[in-house]
């Protein structure tokens, strides 16, 4: 007897998510096959499970530019990863895509490692020395999906966005490509306390957020076209600037991380009952009491900016609340919810990280033409 295909896929549902366990099952018949990479049934499990994190890239010289997590058999092969040129320089990872600098940042390339989709954008003619007093101005950018729809999940042949941003003069200016249209448009411009810092964006709801290279952060709203700037917590003013990074709140608003020693801080950018809208810390995470940070080889800082701290965040998931922490043991992920954690390199991953969230399942492909992976 066969079971009808609603109570199928019901099932299939309900597996462990990992890649493997859906290929197993993937091929057992065609029919399994067929259910299983469906993209319909695909955005149901990704809605149910989440997109697990398959590994970061770094702009790193002396570690490879992609690092597989995860273990057997649900680790991504590292060749699947691998740049299309090693002189192109990471800036995100977001909605499948991601975005790269070449080495004289005149130009852009968005790649898509799940299907191989890539799309080469010369930089914004505004951003020409010629026309910003002889200067290449201090520049970074995001991409972001163009379709209007709340799950971000498979955008993989949705029309995008790249937003540029780039400061010069004491302003800051916006300037976004469109993918359809394949061509630049100047956005909004800003005045700005400091330039913008080359430390990742975060897109929190429809605002896209920028670490400046000062106590601030940079705002463009997507909608409104909106540009501004954020003072961050007075008591992170101090804090080696690496070790401040910007992430989701629970709630889905925008937050920051900051450690301090061996303390980890976390702010959310709140209104309060009478309508002021600020910073509030609402938790401390005392990090050595589980990560095992040898203590006593440390050296002992006051996160001053003249050496490495003894602790240092190296990114985190954007859609998640999973952050990569770096040690002189290792570098561990550590789930802010749960706090649960585990090493997954022990090479001294001390630059950025910037991590990519995705589904694998090997040999198939998607509805859209895109392969879903090629392991």
Known sequence: ??????????????????????????????????????????????????LPVLGVFTNSTRIPRFLPVGDPPNRVAAASFSLPDIH??????????????????????????????????????????????GHVPESNAAVVCAANHADHGYCHSCPFFVIWVFTTTHYAYATRYSSES???????????????????????????????????????????????????PPETHDIYRRNVHMMKTEDGGLGLAAVTKFNLRLWAWDTDVKGVTGWVLRRIIELDKFLPLELSSLPSMDNR???????????????????????????????????????????????????????????????????????
């Open 1 to 50: 007897m066969t079971l009808p295909d609603d109570v199928l896929i019901d099932i299939f549902l309900l597996l462990p998510p990992h890649p493997s366990c859906l290929l197993r099952a993937s091929l057992v018949c065609k029919h399994w096959h067929s259910l299983i990479l469906d993209n319909r049934f695909l955005h149901r499990f990704q809605a149910l499970h989440g």
């Open 88 to 133: 192109w320089h990471v800036l995100g990872c977001r909605h499948s895509h991601i975005l790269l600098i070449g080495s004289t940042w005149n130009q852009l390339l968005v790649w898509n490692p799940i299907n191989g989709h890539e799309r080469l954008i010369s930089a914004p003619p505004d951003v020409d020395p010629r026309f910003n007093y």
């Open 182 to 232: 394949r061509s630049w448009e100047m956005m909004a411009s800003s005045p700005i306390p400091s330039d913008v810092d080359f430390r990742p964006s975060i897109l929190v709801r429809n605002i896209l957020y920028w670490p400046l290279k000062s106590k601030y952060i940079l705002a463009f709203e997507l909608v409104t076209h909106r540009l501004y700037h954020i003072e961050c």
């Open 305 to 375: 900016p003249c050496g490495r701290p003894p602790v240092r965040i190296l990114g985190l998931v954007e859609d998640d609340d999973l952050v990569f922490i770096w040690t002189k043991t290792g570098v561990f992920t550590v789930q802010l919810k749960t706090m649960k954690h585990k090493k997954v390199f022990e090479a001294d991953v001390s630059a950025s990280v910037y991590p990519y969230t995705g589904f694998r399942i090997a040999g198939a492909v998607a509805h859209d033409g895109g392969n879903v992976a090629a392991e």
